[in-house]
């Protein structure tokens, strides 16, 4: 199954006696940081591993198949948060961790990823020590911010809401907004990485009539003459993001819409 890692491991040795392991998977578009995690649940008491995931589609079947307790997420896959707000509307149990970058580090963002879900706001630079901690007080509190990140959740100014902007003549959803369902947005996934609707079907478990029914609604929500016009809209407007790598600045995360939308 493409970006999806699940690994279930039983409970530690020396566990408190009734107390629960907690199954933690990560979200990260970087294999040796998804392997650090890893390594970080494996040797805390009460953590269990769940699972990985690279994508945005990959994290939905993670988290409906697997169901871990906590998930990690990094804010540069998910700079608008669409991606939280769908895991929590998929499981209200679930425990969302996010990690910020420095480029994501505004009143604004942190703001929008509480705003979607998210129980824990903690440094993408985060050690080892204080992201155990941060998943276990997130789930036992449901709310954990990091204190270096404290300041920047302190009232954040509003702004007034952005309008629908124009794309090749057509009127989108503004960046923030997600006119798409949870299925929806997993098949606009699988399109743009070229996938046919057999083979969405086949990775999605679902039948090839029921794809072309989803395709269907995503053109006509996003106003697309076709399914390239649809990933161009969708890259433009902020409902899917490039994939991205540690060494990524803001100059290649705009060349490599640019080349998305070509």
Same mark, same amino acid.
């Given at each position: 199954?493409?970006?999806? !890692?699940?690994?279930?491991?039983?409970?530690s040795?020396?566990?408190?006696? =009734?107390?629960?392991s907690l199954?933690?998977?990560?979200v990260d578009?970087?294999p040796? #940081?998804?392997?650090?995690i890893?390594?970080?649940v &494996?040797?805390?008491?009460?953590l269990?591993?769940?699972?990985?995931?690279?994508s945005? &589609?990959?994290?939905?079947?993670?988290c409906?198949? $697997?169901?871990?307790d906590?998930?990690i997420?990094?804010?540069?896959?998910?700079?608008n948060? &669409?991606l939280a %707000?769908l895991?929590?509307?998929g499981?209200?149990a679930?425990?969302?961790?996010?990690l $910020?970058?420095?480029t994501?580090?505004?009143q604004?963002y942190?703001?929008a990823?509480? =705003?979607?879900g998210?129980h824990?706001i903690?440094?993408?630079?985060?050690?080892?020590r204080?992201?155990?901690?941060?998943?276990r007080?997130?789930?036992?509190?449901?709310r954990?911010i990091?204190?270096?990140l404290?300041a920047?959740?302190?009232r954040?100014?509003?702004?007034?809401?952005?309008?629908a902007?124009?794309?090749?003549?057509?009127?989108?959803q503004p %960046? =923030?907004?997600?006119p798409l *369902?949870r299925?929806e947005?997993?098949v606009?996934q699988?399109?743009? !990485?070229?996938l046919?609707? *057999?083979g969405?079907? %086949?990775?999605? #478990?679902? *039948?090839v009539?029921t794809?072309?029914?989803h395709v269907?609604?995503?053109?006509?929500?996003?106003?697309?003459r076709?399914?390239?016009h649809?990933?161009t809209?969708? #890259?433009r407007?902020?409902i899917?993001v490039p994939?991205l790598?540690?060494s990524?600045?803001p100059?290649?995360v705009?060349?490599? $819409?640019a080349r998305?939308t070509?």
């Open positions: 199954m493409r970006g999806i !890692e699940p690994h279930r491991t039983p409970m040795a020396g566990q408190p006696a =009734g107390g629960r199954g933690v998977a990560v578009p970087i040796i #940081f998804r392997e650090g890893a390594a970080m &494996h040797r805390t008491l009460g269990h591993w769940s699972g990985q995931a690279a945005h &589609h990959a994290a939905m079947q993670l409906e198949q $697997v169901r871990p906590v998930v997420l990094d804010s540069a896959l998910d700079p948060c &669409h %707000k895991l929590n509307a499981d209200p679930l425990v969302l961790v996010t $910020v970058r420095d994501n580090r505004t604004q942190l703001a990823a509480i =705003g979607a998210a824990a903690v440094p993408r630079a985060v050690d080892s204080r992201l155990a901690e941060a998943v007080r997130a789930h036992h509190d449901r954990y990091d204190p270096a404290s920047l959740t302190a954040p100014k509003r702004e007034p809401s952005p309008r902007a124009p794309v090749d003549g057509h009127l989108v %960046k =923030g907004a997600m *369902s299925r947005y997993q606009l699988l399109v743009a !990485e070229g046919e609707n *057999s969405i079907a %086949k990775l999605l #478990f679902l *039948s009539e794809v072309r029914t269907k609604s995503i053109l006509r929500k996003l106003s697309a076709d399914r390239t649809a990933v809209i969708a #890259f407007s902020g899917l994939q790598d540690d990524a600045g100059a290649a705009q060349e490599a $819409v998305s070509r």
